[in-house]
């Protein structure tokens, strides 16, 4: 059986939004409230992918995900989980055009202060350098990457909102 193109990701966004919540997250099962950080996150990156691609994703959806985003971008993470997520909604705002560099200084502040040696081998610095980068910031991109290293294995837990 062939399906149309798009015909799949058209599904994915109408479950999107039927799965979106008032703060512009997205719960992790139907009927459900749970909510899983990286999760909303994630959805949040596919349907800003998906509207690149030219994929028809409506402007409310992104709009209300990207409150979402602000929120989590924002905020003062408890862990180091906490605020990998942080700098992946920073990014993911960046991409968007949004300049985010108070809330990079202060996460970039809080993450020296608290994980000093930890955060530097961790995707929170990858997220941090790419949006450092899609701000023309070359220089700080370059050097937070640099020192970045890759390959031992971390572990990926999530923060689980109720």
């Excluded at 910031?137 to 923060?159: C, E, K, N, P, Y």
């Amino acid at each position: 059986m062939r399906t149309e193109p798009g015909a799949d990701v058209a599904g994915l966004v109408s479950e999107l939004r039927a799965r979106q919540n008032d703060a512009g997250a997205y719960k992790l099962w139907p009927g459900s409230e749970e909510l899983v950080e990286f999760v909303a996150l994630y959805a949040q990156h596919f349907l800003l992918e998906a509207a690149e691609r030219g994929e028809a994703v409506p402007g409310d959806l992104i709009a209300n995900g990207n409150n979402f985003l602000r929120s989590v971008a924002a905020r003062d993470g408890n862990n180091l989980v906490d605020e990998r997520q942080t700098a992946y909604a920073i990014y993911l705002l960046t991409r968007q055009g949004q300049r985010m560099s108070t809330e990079i200084a202060a996460a970039r502040k809080r993450l020296e202060e608290r994980y000093r040696g930890q955060w530097e081998q961790d995707l929170t610095a990858a997220w941090l350098a790419a949006a450092l980068d899609l701000m023309r910031q070359d220089r700080d991109a370059g050097q937070l990457i640099g020192r970045t290293r890759f390959g031992v294995a971390r572990s990926m837990t999530h923060t689980t909102i109720r």
